[in-house]
């Protein structure tokens, strides 16, 4: 028997027994299993609905983009093209500083990137201040670019957000996912009160996004995400 045994099987994602031991540690940094789980579970939960609208791609997704040669469109749709990424108001794209495309869950920093359509424009946001991994991101916008809007990218189409800010070196895929879901919290409550418009990511939303995600609600959501892991195991 393995040291490690697969523990819960989601959807696509799996979680080992050494992933439910990162997720009970507060002070370990999430791998890239936990944030495709959770980006799994909010898919199957929260935006079930909606999933013709909003998209969260996984962290081996994106990964795979290092392998594109720039932003050729058939080769990224021979890759992605299942994913209907175009079709989509809300794109949440998880970045990671790994720079070596041979090295599967590595890297050291998790940020968010995400496109909205409206406006054909990425949106970055980070939870350590300064171009920590701005760079990265700017790679992934420019793959997906003309993909998604048949355009060529310019620098112009990606902007840094106003981001809460971790306090230390571990919690950056925390803040990843609770940017997520609280960004897709909120476009879905204004798509419903507002006539079905676009989805957009307004000043509003970022505001209260800002306002709510604190150091303690990180901890909080953190616990959280452990007790979905473990009912859904015991289901």
């Known amino acids: 028997m393995s040291d490690d045994p697969i523990i819960l099987s989601f959807k696509d994602a799996s979680l080992y027994k050494s992933d439910l031991s990162i997720l009970k540690n507060r002070y370990q940094w999430l791998n890239d299993a936990i944030i495709s789980f959770y980006f799994e579970y909010l898919s199957d939960t929260l935006l079930k609905d909606y999933l013709e609208k909003i998209t969260l791609m996984s962290a081996s997704t994106v990964f795979m983009l290092n392998y594109v040669n720039g932003d050729d469109v058939a080769e990224l749709n021979s890759m992605i093209g299942a994913l209907d990424l175009p079709s989509k108001e809300i794109i949440f794209i998880p970045i990671n500083n790994n720079e070596d495309p041979d090295q599967i869950a590595g890297g050291s920093h998790w940020s968010l990137l995400v496109y909205e359509k409206v406006n054909q424009s990425f949106y970055y946001y980070d939870s350590i201040s300064g171009d920590s991994n701005y760079a990265y991101g700017c790679v992934i916008a420019r793959k997906l670019y003309k993909l998604l809007t048949g355009q060529q990218y310019t620098s112009s189409k990606i902007s840094k957000r106003n981001t809460p800010q971790q306090r230390n070196g571990f919690d950056c895929g925390m803040y990843l996912l609770s940017i997520t879901e609280n960004l897709s919290q909120q476009l879905i409550e204004n798509y419903k009160q507002n006539n079905q418009q676009p989805l957009k990511i307004t000043s509003d939303i970022e505001s209260s996004m800002y306002k709510t995600i ?14 979905i892991v473990e009912k859904l195991i015991n289901k």
């Open 214 to 227: 604190t150091p303690d609600y990180i901890s909080i959501k953190r616990n959280q995400i452990y007790e």
